[in-house]
């Protein structure tokens, strides 16, 4: 058996504008298991940067440990990568954030990497607004280690070994609202169509963008009574509406009344459509967003599709004022400027 994609390729693939096909977007062969939706979720990442025409090189992604960390390996070759230690994703790609300010940061953790050992860099990562993109690969289960209920088992759900979750979960978006994330999506890596449009919102939201992607562990947790496997989320799933990316030469300016499509204008000009389905509920307000998740847990839903946006935010380096050549390119008579200078701040400070 290999491990080694095949060199050739339809000499007719769909070019991009930079006349890229989608091979130059591709990965290694996935070693995963059959069916896992962490494919799913590198097939919508690939699909997206092919769509929106991003040069490779210019990504860095950014990995901690577990199933789901594996997976840049599957996608984006010919970017920059590091696969970090269990939890530590979101501080070592602020590090690389800010040196160099140029590249596109995706980072791919799990709900463990996530929600047990990584949480409180989670809990940074989102208040400080750092222009990434936060995939959580959220399966419910441990499965490297042979399918340990995570932090974001259900209450009540059951594992393949039978045993039942006595604790609460861990609700990842709802924290992410609460922390006061300015972008927070959740989709389900079965859902090409909306996870898609998703992402490429994400990447071009101007601060830290959360989309949070139920996907079914096949080996430990696509069981009976398990709430994370594929049966249970296409019964339970309740999307917010129709969602489409629109890129910025197609603009929409219309304004259309609830129960139609409402188009959110993004920093750089691109904007989202989104079809409201309920007249309370408000994708631009905090408290709406958490209401409308708290109302799809207690009908034992799955609420999907983007959650909340907020348009007009600052990212890292508009809050702390760096200059705009990236770190990593400063050169060192500007890093050292010299003795007088030093003397005048120190001057300055008595």
């Not at 269990?86 to 940061?105: E, F, I, K, Q």
């Not at 708290?294 to 348009?311: H, R, V």
Request: aromatic share 6%; charged share 15%; with cysteine.
């Amino acid at each position: 058996m290999t491990f080694i994609r095949p060199k050739f390729r339809h000499p007719d693939l769909p070019q991009n504008e930079l006349g890229y096909t989608i091979a130059a977007y591709e990965g290694a062969l996935s070693t995963l298991c059959a069916g896992c939706g962490h494919d799913s979720i590198s097939a919508a990442i690939i699909q997206s940067c092919f769509d929106l025409s991003i040069e490779p090189h210019k990504v860095a992604k950014v990995s901690g440990i577990g199933c789901s960390s594996k997976t840049p390996t599957y996608f984006l070759s010919n970017s920059h990568g590091f696969n970090s230690v269990h939890g530590r994703m979101p501080s070592v790609t602020t590090g690389a954030n800010l040196a160099n300010r140029d590249l596109l940061y995706i980072g791919v953790s799990g709900d463990g990497d996530t929600a047990s050992i990584g949480m409180g860099q989670f809990a940074h990562v989102v208040r400080r607004n750092l222009n990434m993109v936060y995939i959580v690969m959220n399966n419910g289960c441990y499965g490297l280690t042979k399918g340990q209920d995570s932090a974001t088992a259900d209450l009540g759900s059951k594992s393949k070994a039978g045993s039942v979750n006595p604790f609460q979960a861990i609700d990842l978006a709802s924290l992410a609202v609460e922390l006061g994330a300015s972008f927070v999506a959740q989709s389900f890596s079965g859902d090409k169509n909306q996870l898609v449009p998703l992402i490429k919102a994400g990447i071009q939201h101007p601060g830290f963008a959360l989309i949070n992607v139920v996907s079914p562990c096949v080996t430990f947790n696509n069981n009976p009574g398990s709430t994370k496997s594929y049966e249970w989320v296409r019964d339970h799933m309740a999307a917010t509406g129709t969602i489409d990316f629109v890129p910025h030469e197609e603009q929409i300016t219309a304004d259309y009344p609830a129960g139609t499509t409402e188009t959110i204008t993004l920093h750089q000009g691109d904007t989202i459509q989104l079809h409201k389905l309920e007249q309370d509920w408000n994708p631009h307000d905090r408290l709406s967003a958490i209401t409308a998740l708290k109302k799809a847990q207690a009908k034992s839903e799955l609420l999907t599709g983007l959650i909340y946006i907020e348009e007009d935010t600052q990212e890292l380096h508009q809050i702390l004022g760096t200059c705009s050549t990236p770190l990593n390119q400063l050169q060192e008579e500007v890093l050292c400027p010299g003795n007088a200078l030093l003397q005048e701040l120190n001057a300055g400070l008595r």
